[in-house]
C-alpha cells in the first residue's frame, strides 16, 4: 500500500508506492520494503543536522528549508522562490565579518549598537560611548518653585550637564539643579554652567538676562569680546573693522558709491568707484561747482568736442560744417569746409553733456586721431578731402591752408580704402 507524503499546510506533497523511492525534494522519500532504506533515512538525517551545508544550494527546495551557504558562511532559507539570507545580532567587543545588511551588532566596549549598512557598521545609539559618557542632549523635565514642570534640554559633555535649553519664562528649580549649578534661576534660550567661566564662543538665541552666569570674571575684562580669543566679535558681515570707513580713517580702496549728507538731505553717488572709463564724479542732478584737479599726463592723444551731426558717424569719418546740423560727412574733393576727424578716443572730451555719439559724435579738433583714407598714404604726407567722409594724399601744389586735415604718421601701400594714424589740426 502505497504512501502519501503531505505538506506541513496540509497540502500533498507525494505519494510513493510501495519498494520505491521518491527524490521530488532535496531528501529521499521511501516507500515501504524498499531494501537498504536505512542509509537514506541516516543520509536525511545528517543533511538535517548540518542545514544541507554547501557551497551550493539543494536542488527542489521547499518553502522554510534552511540551507547553511557554507561558502560565504551565512545562513539562509528558502522563500518559495528564492534563497534569502538571515540576518543575525552579534555580541561582541569586535565588529564581526561577513555580515549581512540588517545585521546588528552591539559594541560591549562602548555600549553602543550598531546596524549593517552593507557596506558599514551604522550607529544607532546611543550617540556617545561608554569612554565618552554621557554627551549630547537629553529631554528632562525640571520643576520649579511653585510646583510647576518644565520640558527642557540639558546638553552633556562627559556626563557633566553645561547647559539647559529652556522655551519657557524664566523660572527657578524648586531643587538644585544636577552637577552643583547654583543657578538662581533658568531664562528662556541658553542658561550655561557656572563651569563655562573660560569658554571662548557661545552661540544661540539666549536670553542673556543671566549674563552672569557664564562668570562674571570671564566678562568683565573684555565685554567686547566675552573671552579674548573670541574674535568673531570684531567683524561686522565677515569683514574686519579696517574694512570700513570711519570718521578717522582714509579711504584706501573703495568699490561702490558713496553717499554723503550735506545737512540738507542725502546727495547720492558723489563718487561710483566703478573703472575703465565708467566710474564718476558727480552726476547730472548731482554735480560740483568746482573741481581742483592737475593733469600730468593723459592715456589718448587728442582734443575732442561734440557736435550735433545729421546722421551717425563712425570714428575715422573726415566731416565739415554743413548739412541739416551743426556737421556733416565731407562730400567733395579737396573741401576748404574741413572741420575734423571723429575722434576714436578722445584724451579730453568737450561738450561731453550735449548728447550721444550717435547724434553729437565726438570731433578731434587737434591731436593724433585715426582717419579714413582712399588710396596710398605715406608717411608725412599732407591729407586733404576725398569725399565720402574719406581722406587721401594731398598731390604736389593741391596743399593750402584751408583744406588740410593733417599729416600721416604711417604709410599705406594699398590703394583701396582704410584708415592711416595721422596728427589733425583743423584752422
Known amino acids: 500500500m502505497s504512501y502519501t507524503i503531505n505538506l506541513t499546510d496540509g497540502a500533498l506533497f507525494a505519494t510513493i508506492a510501495d519498494g520505491t523511492i521518491n527524490t521530488s525534494s532535496s531528501m529521499t522519500l521511501v516507500g515501504k520494503n524498499y531494501a537498504g532504506y536505512g542509509q537514506f533515512l541516516d543520509t536525511n538525517f545528517i543533511h538535517l543536522l548540518e542545514n544541507a551545508s554547501n557551497t551550493t544550494a539543494p536542488g527542489a527546495p521547499l518553502t522554510g528549508q534552511l540551507w547553511w551557504d557554507s561558502g560565504n ?6 522563500t518559495g522562490t528564492t534563497w534569502k539570507t538571515i540576518s543575525s545580532a552579534t555580541s561582541s567587543s569586535t565588529a564581526p565579518s561577513n555580515n549581512v545588511t540588517g545585521d546588528l ?8 549598537l550598531n546596524v549593517w549598512t552593507g557596506t558599514a557598521w551604522l550607529l544607532v545609539g546611543p550617540q556617545s560611548s561608554a569612554v565618552q559618557g554621557t554627551t549630547g542632549a537629553i529631554a528632562a523635565t525640571i520643576t520649579d518653585n511653585t510646583a510647576i514642570n518644565h520640558v527642557v534640554l540639558e546638553l552633556y559633555t562627559a556626563n557633566t550637564i553645561v547647559g539647559i535649553i529652556s522655551k519657557d519664562a524664566t523660572f527657578t528649580p524648586g531643587t538644585a539643579v544636577p ?5 538662581q534661576a533658568i531664562s528662556p ?15 544661540g538665541t539666549a536670553n542673556l538676562a543671566n549674563l552672569a552666569n557664564l562668570a562674571t570674571t570671564a566678562i568683565t575684562a573684555n565685554l567686547a569680546n566675552l573671552a579674548t580669543t573670541a574674535n568673531n566679535s570684531l567683524y561686522l558681515g565677515g569683514l574686519p573693522a579696517n574694512a570700513y570707513i570711519t ?22 553717488a558723489i563718487v561710483n568707484g566703478a ?6 564724479i558727480g552726476s547730472s542732478s548731482s554735480y560740483f561747482n568746482t573741481i581742483f584737479a592737475q593733469a600730468t599726463s593723459a592715456q589718448y592723444a587728442d582734443v575732442a568736442e561734440r557736435f550735433e551731426a545729421d546722421e551717425t558717424m563712425l570714428p575715422g569719418t573726415v566731416v565739415e560744417l554743413g548739412g541739416t546740423a551743426e556737421i556733416t560727412q565731407v562730400s567733395t574733393d579737396l573741401s576748404e569746409n574741413v572741420f575734423g576727424v571723429i575722434s576714436t578716443r578722445a584724451a579730453y572730451l568737450m561738450n561731453s553733456s550735449a548728447g550721444s555719439d550717435a547724434t553729437h559724435p565726438p570731433v578731434a579738433m587737434t591731436g593724433r586721431v585715426p582717419v579714413n583714407v582712399v588710396g596710398q598714404v605715406q608717411k608725412g604726407d ?3 578731402s576725398a569725399g565720402n567722409g574719406q581722406a587721401r594724399a594731398a598731390r604736389a601744389g593741391e596743399a593750402t591752408a584751408f583744406n588740410v586735415i593733417g599729416r600721416a ?4 601701400l594699398d590703394t583701396g580704402v582704410g584708415t592711416v594714424e595721422a596728427i589733425v589740426t583743423i584752422k
Open 73 to 78: 558562511g551565512l545562513m539562509k532559507v528558502y
Open 105 to 112: 551588532w552591539y559594541d560591549t566596549t562602548n555600549q553602543q
Open 247 to 268: 570718521s578717522s580713517g582714509n579711504i584706501s580702496s573703495f568699490t561702490g558709491a558713496i553717499t554723503v549728507n550735506t545737512g540738507g538731505g542725502a546727495t547720492t
Open 189 to 203: 534660550g541658553i542658561t550655561l554652567s557656572t563651569s563655562m567661566a573660560n569658554t571662548a564662543y557661545f552661540q
Open 179 to 183: 552637577g552643583g549649578w547654583g543657578v
Open 409 to 412: 604718421l604711417k604709410d599705406k
Open 382 to 384: 599732407r591729407l586733404v
Open 275 to 280: 573703472g575703465n572709463a565708467v566710474g564718476n
